[in-house]
T-cell receptor, first 113, second 115 residues
């Protein structure tokens, strides 16, 4: 059974550009969550999608957005990149409607220069 | 807002010995989930153990067990017979029970295992 797949694994972008990250959940999982991990702020929740609907959103500026497709794959987009957006972006999927079990991907390391 | 505190930035343990990682949390909820995740250098967060707050019995998964003290809002992780492969960053996390709720993570504890 394939795990949570995040692409790309590494990304280097220039300040002011935009970026799209992709997450393919475990087959059958309908919930996908995104987290940002930085040395200074730790792990912070970005948003969660379930059946193409955003159920919850963290405290991030509107430059951060996401969506989920009918096959449960999810993308997150960051527009007008800032140096502070450099981070590891982790995606997690869950097939448990209670959210009791999350499986994480290996993340996308985004560097903004 | 819920918060999770891991007061030990770094811990060391000798191979084959036992180590306990501390975690406290703050919540006004009565029903919730608690988790310990392991993040090795590969970056993938791996679920180590989980506990439902309404269950009084402490969760156990092979060499990993927790000491869940609901009244004290404490959720420590005990690793027995430590192995080199246990070396990683360990995160304690909290989640409310309602759908769509986020995981709230602590700052993490780096565990080093000495051979």
């Amino acid at each position: 059974k394939a795990g949570v797949t995040q692409t790309p694994r590494y990304l280097i972008k220039t300040r002011g550009q935009q970026v799209t990250l992709s997450c393919s959940p475990i087959s059958g999982h309908r919930s996908v969550s995104w987290y940002q991990q930085t040395p200074g702020q730790g792990l912070q929740f970005l948003f969660e999608y379930f059946s193409e609907t955003q159920r919850n959103k963290g405290n991030f500026p509107g430059r951060f957005s996401g969506r989920q497709f009918s096959n449960s794959r999810s993308e997150m987009n960051v527009s007008t990149l800032e140096l502070g957006d450099s981070a590891l972006y982790l995606c997690a999927s869950s097939g448990d409607p209670r959210g009791y079990g999350y499986t994480f991907g290996s993340g996308t390391r985004l560097t903004v220069v | 807002a819920q918060t999770v505190t891991q007061s030990q930035p770094e811990m060391s343990v000798q191979e084959a010995e036992t180590v306990t990682l501390s975690c406290t949390y703050d919540t006004s909820e009565s029903d919730y989930y608690l988790f310990w995740y392991k993040q090795p250098p590969s970056r993938q967060m791996i679920l180590v153990i989980r506990q439902e707050a309404y269950k009084q019995q402490n969760a156990t998964e092979n060499r990993f067990s927790v000491n869940f003290q609901k009244a004290a809002k404490s959720f420590s992780l005990k690793i027995s017979d430590s192995q080199l492969g246990d070396a990683a960053m360990y995160f304690c996390a909290y989640r409310r029970m309602e759908y769509g709720n986020k995981l709230v993570f602590g700052a993490g504890t780096i565990l080093r295992v000495k051979s």
